[in-house]
């Protein structure tokens, strides 16, 4: 009863189309998303993959990368997979196992075995890929507008209050946008919390 009452008092005819998604590497939360919303691009946050492969470098081989120039190129080469083109991405990751075999750095082995199993075979490059689309590589804005999100409501609000608060965002955003445009630089004032 409680959810009828909220569905009337904010659906007003509300039709979500989400286009993308960006977040961290949650499988959980992309597969859903694909679930509910069949037509959205999952984008996962550049931030998010480097930092980490970070912590494993840490974790397997810290002061081999730091301490060897060699390695650490090859490190800096994976850590930039993101923003090359996917097709060679394969190609290049082989390369720098037949170099680490060559030279003998048996050790890095551990963090390209680390790479290959989770970024390879585990995520979908095509999501956490940004080459030819570089608007938004992390998911910065979201997570800000998220603690935004939390300050607002002093309780978990229904997906129809959520909408229908978001609904009166956007329109003080575009009320203070076009203020903006015409010279008036008022701070914005929350949202209402009726």
């Not at 930092?51 to 730091?66: M, T």
Request: a positive charge; charged letters at 25%; glycine letters at 0%.
């Amino acid at each position: 009863m409680n959810r009828n009452r909220n569905e009337s008092k904010y659906n007003n005819n509300i039709i979500v189309t989400s286009k993308i998604l960006h977040c961290d590497f949650e499988k959980s939360i992309s597969n859903a998303s694909i679930k509910i919303f069949h037509n959205i691009t999952i984008k996962y946050c550049v931030w998010h993959y480097k930092r980490s492969l970070e912590v494993q470098k840490n974790k397997l081989r810290y002061n081999e990368v730091e301490n060897n120039h060699k390695i650490y190129l090859l490190y800096k080469a994976i850590t930039n997979f993101p923003f090359i083109n996917p097709e060679y991405i394969f190609d290049i990751y082989n390369h720098i196992k037949i170099i680490c075999q060559i030279y003998n750095y048996f050790n890095f082995l551990n963090f390209l075995e680390y790479f290959n199993k989770t970024y390879l075979y585990k995520y979908d490059i095509q999501y956490w890929n940004y080459y030819n689309d570089i608007n938004h590589i992390t998911n910065n804005a979201s997570e800000s507008f998220n603690n935004y999100l939390k300050k607002l409501f002093y309780k978990k609000p229904s997906l129809y209050e959520l909408i229908y608060h978001l609904k009166r965002e956007e329109s003080l955003s575009y009320n203070n946008y076009k203020r903006k445009i015409e010279g008036v630089w008022k701070k914005k004032k929350n949202i209402n919390k009726n």
